[in-house]
């Protein structure tokens, strides 16, 4: 089984629906991230947690939202998809740098359709 | 703010050849910075890595020196396969070790 699990894998969806991206990790990392990943941009940061209590915006927050439910499970919240929210997504979990070399461990991606 | 310049792509290559993909950087301090691989369909997985000056990071074939007094961490292969088809993303963790900040990604193809 994965370390870093997403669900679903694959959604396509209509403009104006609301939809979750949900990620559960085995790792045991505190830290947990969504990127997005477009042709041509690389990824880039949405979200970022560091514990339960911790949540943070990343660079393109706008029109997303996160929950984390636990320190295992870090969800993503499209209120009202949009066409351009098209995109590959990564949820993402790392440990504290001083334990090692806090390096990120990705999911497998959800691929986001919005028509 | 920190950030990483990688080569642009598509790199397309014959097996064998050599590869070199370019990566620099623009930090504070002494970023982590490491090379992340992605094959079709698949996740980000950690290629190799390194964690301070003149440190060399190398994996399956692939390798990739820290040079602080030029900021580049470039990725080198000796002879690639069509395995190693994949795009490639050079990233760093800053100085605070908060944020990881990526490249825009290089594909390469390898050709038989």
């Known amino acids: 089984d994965a370390d870093v699990t997403q669900t679903p894998r694959n959604r396509i969806t209509k403009t104006g629906k609301r939809i979750m991206l949900e990620c559960s990790q085995t790792k045991g990392h505190d830290r947990m991230y969504w990127y997005r990943q477009d042709p041509g941009l690389g990824l880039r940061l949405i979200y970022y947690s560091f514990d339960v209590k911790d949540i943070n915006k990343g660079e393109i927050s706008d029109g997303y939202s996160v929950s984390r439910q636990a320190q295992a499970k870090f969800s993503l919240s499209l209120e009202s998809a949009i066409p351009n929210q098209t995109a590959l997504y990564f949820c993402?979990?790392?440990?504290?740098?001083?334990?090692?070399?806090?390096?990120?461990?990705f999911g497998e991606g959800s691929r986001l359709t919005v028509l | 703010g920190d950030s990483v310049t990688q080569m642009e792509g598509p790199v397309t290559l014959s097996e064998e050849a050599f590869l070199t993909i370019n990566c620099t950087y623009t930090a504070t301090g002494y970023p982590s910075l490491f090379w992340y691989v992605q094959y079709p369909g698949e996740g980000l997985q950690l290629l190799l890595k390194a964690t301070k000056a003149d440190d060399k990071g190398s994996n399956k074939g692939f390798e990739a020196t820290y040079r602080k007094e030029t900021t580049s961490f470039h990725l080198e292969k000796g002879s690639v396969q069509v395995s190693d088809s994949a795009v490639y993303f050079c990233a760093l963790r800053g100085n605070t070790g908060n944020q990881f900040y990526f490249g825009t990604g290089t594909s390469l193809t390898v050709i038989p």
């Open positions: 993402a979990t790392s440990d504290l740098p001083r334990r090692g070399i806090g390096e990120l461990f």
